[in-house]
T-cell receptor, first 111, second 111 residues
Framework: QKEVEQDPGPLSVPEGAIVSLNCTYS??????FMWYRQYSRKGPELLMY????GNKEDGRFTAQVDKSSKYISLFIRDSQPSDSATYLC???????????FGDGTTLTVKP | GAGVSQTPSNKVTEKGKYVELRCDPI?????LYWYRQSLGQGPEFLIY????????DSGLPNDRFFAVRPEGSVSTLKIQRTERGDSAVYLC?????????FGSGTRLTVV
């Protein structure tokens, strides 16, 4: 079993929908939690960075971390076709740059 | 430069050959990371530099892989005696104070 599990999808939603993306993990030492967006043939782009448990909001994006359940989520409100990409969760114990990634969820937002 | 630059963008090499992959980080970013991403998977950590020294090389798969960063800026990932299983996208990221930026990667194909 992988240290970080992520549903690969694919996930297809209509424009304007609320999207929920999730990851579970097994390493209780993880304390840095990140969400990246990756377009085809591009590098990952950092969207959200959270330390420890709680919620963080940035525009249309909300990240939630529940360390007791070892479960993290990313919510995208008012989804747009430009949000179509692969979303990767990543987490780390001591150095957020040295992360363990999930395998990504592919999202398509249809106009 | 404005972003992390990786060259070449694509590299095709024959099995057994030596290759070098270059990463130009964002100016002033002291930390630099190398990752490897296989098709359909998340990035996998290889090595981390803080300044000129390799602070953590625990992700390098074997002694055919080596990386340097002699002046604390540009880094080169070197792979000896390439194998078909080395085919992947090699990503570089640089960071400063919680900001992590990836390059678009070098797509290595070993034939």
């Amino acid at each position: 079993q992988k240290e970080v599990e992520q549903d690969p999808g694919p996930l297809s939603v209509p424009e304007g929908a609320i999207v929920s993306l999730n990851c579970t993990y097994s390493n209780s030492a993880f304390q840095y939690f990140m969400w990246y967006r990756q377009y085809s043939r591009k590098g990952p782009e950092l969207l959200m960075y959270t330390y420890s448990s709680g919620n963080k909001e940035d525009g249309r994006f909300t990240a939630q971390v529940d360390k007791s359940s070892k479960y993290i989520s990313l919510f995208i409100r008012d989804s747009q076709p430009s949000d179509s990409a692969t979303y990767l969760c990543a987490m780390s114990d001591t150095n957020a740059g040295k992360s363990t990634f999930g395998d990504g969820t592919t999202l398509t937002v249809k106009p | 430069g404005a972003g992390v630059s990786q060259t070449p963008s694509n590299k095709v090499t024959e099995k057994g050959k030596y290759v070098e992959l270059r990463c130009d980080p964002i100016s002033g970013h002291t930390a630099l990371y190398w990752y490897r991403q296989s098709l359909g998977q998340g990035p996998e950590f290889l090595i981390y530099f803080q300044g000129t020294g390799a602070a953590d090389d625990s992700g390098l798969p074997n002694d055919r892989f080596f990386a340097v960063r002699p002046e604390g800026s540009v880094s080169t990932l070197k792979i000896q005696r390439t194998e078909r299983g080395d085919s992947a996208v090699y990503l570089c990221a640089s960071s400063l104070k919680g900001s992590y930026t990836f390059g678009s990667g070098t797509r290595l194909t070993v034939v």
